[in-house]
């Protein structure tokens, strides 16, 4: 079983076409790329054999070896000859088909070489390179140097050092060739393989591979659903998912991963739950409790048992004094604690947790998979990690059939566990003994670095001859798994080191790398800026005197002229230098260096000018680099922040709808987007009202209705926010006609959410006062009997605003309006009581301000009004209900007592103005009711 790809590939040729190459087939399936390129097709592709199409074109008239071999590749091409009597071989559709195997054969050889392993048996310059380049050491480091400086993309340098790059060059010359676009399909895929292979060379992302990359995903998934071979290969769509899925996680699309991990579970009718046991931990643990642990099998797995035989890396053991290697469950494990609250499903209730069995490898991709996605979409916490370990745990302790699928797992076992105590040894270690295999697999020397020729230390064995896995096996699954290469690794091992604050052991490995500007980054974080600045500037500068050659390294500043031409790196060099010195210059020097190409150097502009609140500006930067790459989501939200700063509504409206399309889980840019909106005038659309009517202009669809969706998407999204909750409440009360419902439910998370800190505060008496009135003046209204917002409204006051209720007036009135008009009038009454009481208890209201005083005059006027209605009245509640009591049968000494109460206090300073003649006025309208 090789690579989907191929078995695709091979599944899609006529019986013919897939006889005379089922030599080249079989060659690029099982490893044998040596093969492959000896072939005589080849061997004139490369230079070192001619034809009569050929024979004029010489390498030194072309100055990249990857434009030679263009040309020449469309000589041998040209050549159409589809008579019938012509044999097979010699046909255009053989030919274009032969080159495209090799192309794959050249990006396989490529991964071989530097990322999965064994060595290559042959060595690459001397295969593909022309003899009088391989010859010369001088000649194939400058031909290998222009390889990669060609590979550069949007001002972003691929790692310099990259080894066999004319690999990836010959099966991205081939793969761009117009024959072969055109006329394999699948073309597409390892063309969508290769600029993804060629994106991870990069420093970071670039904008224009990242989009041929998702372009061609498109392209690909449509040909996978329209072949009709999905349904007789398996594995052929989900295979696709999760190298879709792969992509996603790299560029930081964490849903999209996820949703493609769902669909590929599901097609595969996998099984699995992240669950919890009851067991021990640790080897003092004397009481069970509960463990997590993912129980997992894959479709027509039945039985228990490990791959104990299978060659698999080395797996190091924990050692540690207290936890213990693996989690020891209790025996009876019928007891099951699931942590996601969904039942397990029948087949994993009966598995022994101790000993699962075997998981397909592509199951196993699934779960790495998932705890990869699961560390980008979280913050980095301890629950975190305690979620995602067990992913891992499942594949490594289950055994696999496939030696790159374990090597992974024990790549993502040792990642989680370098932020433990307990384990950052294992891991640390663990991610060393990777890093050893693969420089020893990768280069063919187990203790020396093929490139350098410096010393690796390695403290494993390297695995014997028969006991690693075959080419085959290992790059069967390296696309779904998106493995890193051998400097990555490395570029990660030393990030561990100065996780822990070995910083001396990173810096050996950057320097040795030739990663300068993630060693400046490791001297600038541990506050030693001048080295960083120094490192940096002997990057981009010539000595201050001229003479690099006998610089002090520790004296020199390299204050000398710029080199010229600049090195690849030049953009990301001037950031990182501006960084530290925090000077503009140098963003604006990486954007001059990079061809107006580098994203980051504006967007680091942007940000300076935010901060120092130069909007105007901080846009203009923005702007430019979304130019450049329009998929950057935080540049986006940035831009969108600037325009609002600047009043500029509509352009902030169309930077923050840029952010939740990227992105529609980002609560901050929906926010955003509403409270742009709301700054927006509705757009009037002209409508006629009848044939002879002249037409009219009609608001069709108010920006704050847009608004209120965007708030209450924003609400959802962060449930437990209370000023996104409180821009839900004011806007769904604002708008025209109000949206009730949205005003019931936005008030009572607030009350929720507020509730026990802010007390009565957290209640909008306004709103509130509004949405009650608002229902009693509805056709239907006020029946709480029924399911309604009537019944809404009484539950949110019920249950949600009168417990909060201290003292506010506003609030006790709101209930007794709300009391009144559900025939309760004994509970209204005692609210317009205690609204009254809740006003005259206030300090020195007798002798405050005329304002204070009319409140009180208001609010006893009120009290009075509230006796001489409610008052008379049957009561409906309690245990007097139907037995014909009134509400308050003395109500009018009641009413008398307070008019006289708040007439006695405020005789001195009130008597004769308009609120004591009100007063005076009630009290004799009550003495005329005798």
Not at 444 to 464: I, R, Y
Request: glycine share 6%; hydrophobic share 40%; charged share 25%.
């Amino acid at each position: 079983m090789g690579d989907v790809l191929l078995r695709f590939f091979r599944s899609s040729l006529p019986d013919e076409l897939a006889a005379v190459l089922e030599d080249i087939l079989k060659a690029t399936e099982s490893g044998d790329f040596a093969a492959v390129f000896e072939l005589p097709q080849v061997q004139i592709l490369l230079g070192h054999q001619d034809n009569e199409s050929t024979k004029e074109t010489k390498r030194e008239n072309f100055g990249l070896w990857s434009d030679y071999i263009f040309h020449r590749l469309g000589q041998i091409l040209s050549k159409r000859d589809e008579e019938q009597e012509t044999p097979v071989r010699e046909k255009a559709a053989y030919q274009q088909h032969f080159f495209f195997v090799v192309a794959v054969a050249a990006l396989y050889a490529f991964i071989q070489s530097t990322v999965t392993g064994p060595p290559l048996p042959f060595k690459s310059a001397e295969t593909i390179l022309p003899k009088d380049v391989s010859g010369n050491a001088t000649t194939l480091s400058k031909t290998r140097s222009d390889l990669i400086a060609s590979v550069s993309a949007d001002g972003i340098a691929a790692y310099r050092l990259t080894t066999n790059i004319e690999f990836l060059c010959l099966a991205e010359t081939i793969l761009i060739c117009p024959p072969i676009q055109k006329n394999i399909e699948l073309s597409t895929w390892a063309r969508l393989r290769t600029n993804f292979v060629h994106q991870r060379l990069l420093s970071e992302p670039a904008p224009s591979l990242q989009s041929a990359i998702y372009d061609d995903l498109k392209l690909v998934e449509g040909l996978i659903l329209n072949s009709g071979e999905s349904k007789k290969m398996a594995d052929l769509h989900t295979s696709f998912l999760l190298e879709r899925a792969s992509i996603h996680t790299y560029h930081g699309f964490d849903k999209k991963a996820r949703a493609d991990l769902d669909q590929a579970t599901t097609e595969r009718n996998f099984e699995f739950a992240l669950t919890g046991l009851m067991g021990k931990r640790t080897k003092f643990q004397e009481k069970d409790t509960s463990q997590l642990l993912v129980l997992a099998r894959s479709a027509g797995s039945e039985t228990n048992g490990t791959a104990d035989g299978a060659s698999k890396p080395t797996a190091l053991d924990l050692n540690d004094d207290t936890l213990l290697e693996s989690i020891s469950f209790t025996e009876n494990t019928t007891t099951t604690d699931i942590k996601d609250e969904s039942a397990l499903p029948v087949s994993l209730k009966s598995m022994d947790p101790s000993n699962q069995p075997l998981l397909d490898p592509l199951d196993s991709v699934i779960l790495l998979s998932l705890a990869e996605s699961i560390k980008n979409t979280n913050p980095v916490d301890g629950l975190t990690r305690e979620q995602t370990i067990p992913y891992a745990t499942r594949v490594l302790e289950g055994g696999s059939s496939n030696w790159q699928v374990y090597t992974q797992a024990l790549l993502v076992r040792s990642r989680i566990e370098g932020h433990r105590s307990r384990t950052m040894e294992r891991g640390l270690l663990q991610l060393q003994a990777l890093v050893d295999q693969v420089i020893a697999e990768t280069s063919g020397d187990a203790t020396t670095d093929a490139e350098t020729g410096e010393k690796v230390t390695s403290f494993l064995p390297q695995a014997k001859e028969g006991e690693a896995a075959s080419v085959e096996e290992r790059l069967q699954y390296v696309f779904p798994l998106c493995s890193p290469s051998r400097w990555e690794l490395e570029a990660e091992l030393a990030a561990r080191w100065v996780h822990i604050g070995g910083l001396r052991s990173a810096l050996e490995i950057y320097e040795r790398l030739e990663m300068w500007a993630e060693a400046a980054l490791c001297y600038a974080a541990t506050e030693k800026e001048d080295k960083a600045r120094k490192m940096i500037r002997r990057q981009l500068f010539h000595a201050t005197n001229g003479d690099d050659d006998n610089a002090d390294f520790d004296a020199e500043t390299w204050e000398g002229p710029a080199r010229d031409p600049p090195p690849a790196e030049a953009p990301r060099f001037y950031c990182i230098l501006g960084d530290i010195n925090q000077d503009l210059s140098m963003y604006e020097k990486a954007w001059e260096v990079s061809g107006e190409r580098y994203a980051r150097a504006q967007r680091s502009l942007g940000q300076r000018y935010i901060t120092e609140r130069n909007y105007a500006k901080a846009a203009e930067a923005y702007s430019l680099s979304l130019k450049i790459n329009a998929l950057y989501h935080p540049a986006w939200f940035a831009l969108g922040c600037a325009h609002l700063e600047l009043q500029q509504f509509k352009n902030a409206v169309e930077a923050f709808s840029r952010c939740v399309q990227l992105d529609d889980h980002d609560a901050e840019a929906w926010s955003n987007l509403a409270a742009s909106l709301l700054h927006l005038r509705p757009k009037a659309k002209t409508e006629a009202d009848g044939e002879d009517e002249q037409p009219v202009a009609r608001v069709t669809n108010h920006p704050r209705t847009d608004a209120l969706k965007a708030f209450k998407r924003a609400a959802n999204l962060k449930h437990d926010n209370y000023r996104i909750w409180n821009n839900v409440l004011a806007v769904a009360a604002s708008t025209d006609p109000p949206s009730w419902t949205d005003v019931v439910t936005s008030q009572r998370r607030i009350c929720e959410i507020r509730g026990s800190t802010d007390g009565e505060k957290c209640v909008d008496a306004e709103i509130l006062d509004m949405l009650v009135k608002g229902t009693v003046r509805s056709e239907q209204g006020f029946d709480i009997s029924r399911p309604g917002l009537p019944r809404m409204v009484n539950e949110l006051i019920e249950k949600h605003v009168k417990p909060l209720i201290t003292f506010s007036p506003k609030l006790w009135s709101i209930l007794a309006t709300l009391f009144t008009h559900t025939s309760r009038p004994a509970s209204a009454l005692e609210c317009h009581e205690k609204a009254w009481r809740a006003v005259t208890s206030q300090p020195k209201w007798e002798s405050g301000t005329e304002a204070d005083w009319n409140v009180v005059v208001d609010q006893t006027i009120d009290l009075v009004d509230a006796y001489e209605t409610l008052g008379p009245r049957e009561k409906t509640e309690g245990l007097a209900a139907g037995t014909g009591e009134l509400v308050a049968k003395d109500w009018k000494f009641k009413a008398r007592s307070a008019v006289r109460s708040v007439m006695g206090k405020g005789k001195e300073n009130w008597e004769d103005g308009d609120g004591w003649e009100r007063l005076k006025t009630r009290l004799d309208e009550l003495k005329g009711k005798d």
